[in-house]
């Protein structure tokens, strides 16, 4: 089983559309949680770190169930610039940090 | 802040070259870190280091890869020979601290021909 499992999509939605990623991990030592977003032949980047209470900025919202082990992440009104992979990252350490494969999603107009 | 700098940006080589790839990471940040990046295979680390010292070399895949950090503000990721396997995309990414995600270099697209 991989550390950290997401569904490789791809996810094709309109434009508009609210879409939810789902990511599990497997130690429940992880620490930290981050949502990343990598276009295409680009770096990934930081979307937005996950926090225990969930947190929200704009129309991205984390959340983070530490009892079942795994994060999300909510795009409500998906804009075509929202098409990307978006990649779950678990953190066990400053440096013990494991990338999901990445789930890409593709809005259509 | 500049960000990550990666240099070259491209490289080709013909296989049994060597290849250095280099990188500058955001100054303050005390972890830098090397991954690849392949289609088949995703994000991988090849090797860290914490304040400039290398901690954690176990992803490197053979011994023609090699890292070093020289001072806090540059390293270098070096192939020899380089083969056709290699070809990836090479990330150099840099944090502070334990609860900040990286921030990474836009990359070194590596090809061997």
């Known amino acids: 089983r991989k550390e950290v499992e997401q569904d490789p999509g791809p996810f094709n939605v309109p434009e508009g559309a609210t879409v939810a990623f789902n990511c599990t991990y497997s130690?429940?030592?992880?620490?930290?949680f981050f949502w990343y977003r990598q276009d295409c032949r680009k770096e990934p980047k930081l979307l937005m770190s996950?926090?225990?209470s969930g947190n929200e900025d704009g129309r991205f919202t984390a959340q983070l169930n530490r009892a079942s082990q795994y994060i999300s992440l909510l795009i409500r009104d998906s804009k075509l610039s929202d098409s990307a992979t978006y990649l779950c990252?678990?953190?066990?350490?400053?440096?013990?940090?494991?990338f999901g494969s990445g789930t890409r999603l593709s809005i259509r107009p | 802040d500049a960000g990550v700098i990666q240099s070259p940006r491209h490289e080709v080589t013909e296989m049994g070259q060597e290849v250095t790839l280099r990188c500058k990471p955001i100054?303050?940040?005390?972890?830098l870190f090397w991954y690849r990046q392949t289609m088949m295979r995703g994000l991988e680390l090849l090797i860290y280091?914490?304040?400039?010292?290398?901690?954690?070399d176990s992803g490197m895949p053979e011994d023609r890869f090699s890292a070093k950090m020289p001072n806090a503000s540059f390293s270098t990721l070096k192939i020899q020979p380089s083969e056709p396997r290699d070809s990836a995309v090479y990330f150099c990414?840099?944090?502070?601290?334990?609860?900040?995600?990286?921030?990474f270099g836009s990359g070194t697209r590596l090809t061997v021909v």
């Open positions: 990252v678990v953190s066990y350490s400053a440096s013990k940090i494991i």
């Open positions: 100054s303050g940040h005390d972890y």
């Open positions: 996950v926090y225990s």
């Open positions: 280091f914490n304040n400039n010292v290398p901690i954690d």
């Open positions: 990414a840099s944090r502070a601290g334990d609860r900040y995600g990286y921030t």
């Open positions: 130690n429940s030592a992880s620490q930290s």
